[in-house]
Nanobody
Framework: QVQLVESGGGLVQPGGSLRLSCAISGSISRYDAVGWYRQAPGKQRELVATIFKTGPTKYADGVKGRSTISYDDGMNTVDLIMNSLEFEDTAVYYC??????????WGQGTQVTVSS
């Protein structure tokens, strides 16, 4: 059974930074892409950033330039660093892994709250 476990969420002040980490059971190399999504209250889940097995990355417009996604295929982890956090970044952040056949797996989510 595939398990994705997120960590690193919490309360952050505007302008601050955070690092989210996702531990994926099994080999990360089995996935076509891994990434992070978020869901704010009353809104649909949306892509934050994804990284493909071959290396390319994709970022949502709202986080581009202040976020970095990376993975470690030795540790089977995928990390998201976000800087210059804004109130609008408040959401539950979910780790996602997608296999080549389209099967997707999700973590349980970690809350990020940006507040002064």
């Amino acid at each position: 059974q595939v398990q994705l476990v997120e960590s690193g969420g919490g309360l952050v002040q505007p302008g601050g930074s955070l690092r989210l980490s996702c531990a994926i059971s099994g080999s990360i190399s089995r996935y076509d892409a891994v990434g992070w999504y978020r869901q704010a209250p009353g809104k649909q889940r949306e892509l934050v950033a994804t990284i493909f097995k071959t290396g390319p990355t994709k970022y949502a417009d709202g986080v581009k330039g202040r976020s970095t996604i990376s993975y470690d295929d030795g540790m089977n982890t995928v990390d998201l660093i976000m800087n210059s956090l804004e109130f609008e970044d408040t959401a539950v952040y979910y780790c996602n892994a997608r296999e080549p056949d389209g099967s997707e797996y999700w973590g349980q989510g970690t809350q990020v709250t940006v507040s002064s």
